[in-house]
């Protein structure tokens, strides 16, 4: 597998200097470089729910990880449908990660009011997500399969630190492999759906 930047790197040049009906990369290695974002986005935010949960040291360069990690995937959702685009994505999934960090410290210092609030505000900017994509390529990513998938990433990460806060450590950990499971199936549907809206811009 090739790596994630010069997956990107190749398909932000290919993009920029190549005619429309050339191709930036093959449809094996944009799968590849997408699901690397998504799983990423997992992986860190797992990162994350340890760390604060424990009080860890690394817990903020974890959560700049994280947050780097929705601007790299603005940044290659840009490549097709503009820089406004990416960096409105970049802004609605960073909403998405400061919301979360804001649920994982209410609930660790049980305040449950601002659980629920916050929770509210999470599933909110998850349909604004989802809006958003469909607007994107309405043909490809109905809307309705956006917000059920995304809030049942949602669900998924409450149920992981909710575990890891209660010191479940081995629930937790089977919640974060049954997140990881589906965002790798969310990777694939917003895959297909950028392939079948723009089947010029890969090789095979």
């Given at each position: 597998?090739?790596?994630?930047?010069?997956?990107l790197?190749?398909?932000?040049?290919?993009?920029?200097?190549?005619?429309?009906?050339?191709?930036?990369?093959?449809?094996?290695?944009?799968?590849?470089?997408?699901?690397?974002?998504?799983?990423?986005?997992?992986?860190?935010?797992?990162?994350?729910?340890?760390?604060a949960?424990?009080?860890?040291?690394?817990?903020?360069?974890?959560?700049?990880?994280?947050?780097?990690?929705?601007?790299?995937?603005?940044?290659?959702?840009?490549?097709?449908y503009?820089?406004?685009?990416?960096?409105?994505?970049?802004?609605?999934?960073?909403?998405?990660?400061?919301?979360?960090?804001?649920?994982?410290?209410?609930?660790?210092?049980?305040?449950?009011?601002k659980?629920?609030?916050?929770?509210?505000?999470?599933?909110?900017?998850?349909?604004?997500?989802?809006?958003?994509?469909?607007?994107?390529?309405?043909?490809?990513?109905?809307?309705?399969?956006?917000?059920?998938?995304?809030?049942?990433?949602?669900?998924?990460?409450?149920?992981?630190?909710?575990?890891?806060?209660?010191?479940?450590?081995?629930?937790?950990?089977?919640?974060?492999?049954?997140?990881?499971?589906?965002?790798?199936?969310?990777?694939?549907?917003?895959?297909?759906?950028?392939?079948?809206?723009?089947?010029?811009?890969?090789?095979?």
């Amino acid at each position: 597998m090739r790596s994630l930047s010069r997956v990107l790197l190749s398909l932000a040049v290919a993009l920029a200097l190549i005619p429309t009906t050339s191709y930036a990369t093959t449809k094996a290695e944009f799968q590849d470089a997408m699901r690397r974002l998504w799983s990423d986005h997992v992986a860190y935010t797992r990162l994350f729910i340890v760390a604060a949960a424990s009080g860890a040291a690394d817990k903020d360069a974890t959560a700049q990880r994280l947050l780097r990690n929705q601007a790299d995937i603005g940044e290659a959702v840009s490549q097709f449908y503009g820089k406004a685009a990416g960096d409105k994505l970049t802004a609605l999934l960073k909403d998405h990660i400061l919301i979360a960090a804001s649920i994982v410290g209410a609930a660790k210092a049980g305040d449950n009011a601002k659980v629920a609030a916050e929770n509210k505000r999470w599933h909110e900017n998850a349909t604004d997500i989802a809006k958003f994509l469909h607007g994107a390529n309405p043909t490809n990513w109905p809307e309705p399969t956006l917000q059920s998938a995304l809030f049942t990433h949602l669900d998924q990460t409450i149920n992981e630190a909710t575990h890891q806060l209660k010191g479940d450590y081995a629930g937790s950990m089977k919640d974060y492999d049954g997140a990881m499971d589906h965002m790798l199936m969310v990777a694939d549907i917003l895959t297909k759906g950028i392939e079948a809206q723009f089947p010029t811009k890969f090789s095979k």
